[in-house]
Nanobody
Framework: QVRLVESGGGLVQAGGSLRLSCAASGSIFSILYMGWYRQAPGNQRELVATISSGGNTNYADSVKGRFTISRDNAKNTVYLQMNSLKPEDTAVYYC????????WGQGTQVTVSS
């Protein structure tokens, strides 16, 4: 069982930055495939970024060049650094972990004002 707890969301003006964190319980963090997803009102949940156990990353086209996903295996934590935020980035952001099973965090709200 893996428990994921996100933090770092909030309200920011367009052009600003936020860093989301996702702390994972358990001893298998280093082999988990981690990701961030988001869901805006009325929309489906969509992939934002992923990072493999080996550090390979993947980004949605809409966030490339603005967002950076990283992980610290010593702290069982994955991060999402979000720069140059836009109003269309407003959503609930969810942390995701995969290793056989799939796990989700409870989500953290990010609101970008214009």
């Amino acid at each position: 069982q893996v428990r994921l707890v996100e933090s770092g969301g909030g309200l920011v003006q367009a052009g600003g930055s936020l860093r989301l964190s996702c702390a994972a319980s358990g001893s298998i963090f280093s082999i988990l495939y981690m990701g961030w997803y988001r869901q805006a009102p009325g929309n489906q949940r969509e992939l934002v970024a992923t990072i493999s156990s080996g550090g390979n990353t993947n980004y949605a086209d809409s966030v490339k060049g603005r967002f950076t996903i990283s992980r610290d295996n010593a702290k069982n934590t994955v991060y999402l650094q979000m720069n140059s935020l836009k109003p269309e980035d407003t959503a609930v952001y969810y942390c995701n972990a995969k290793y056989g099973y799939e796990y989700w965090g409870q989500g953290t709200q990010v609101t970008v004002s214009s």
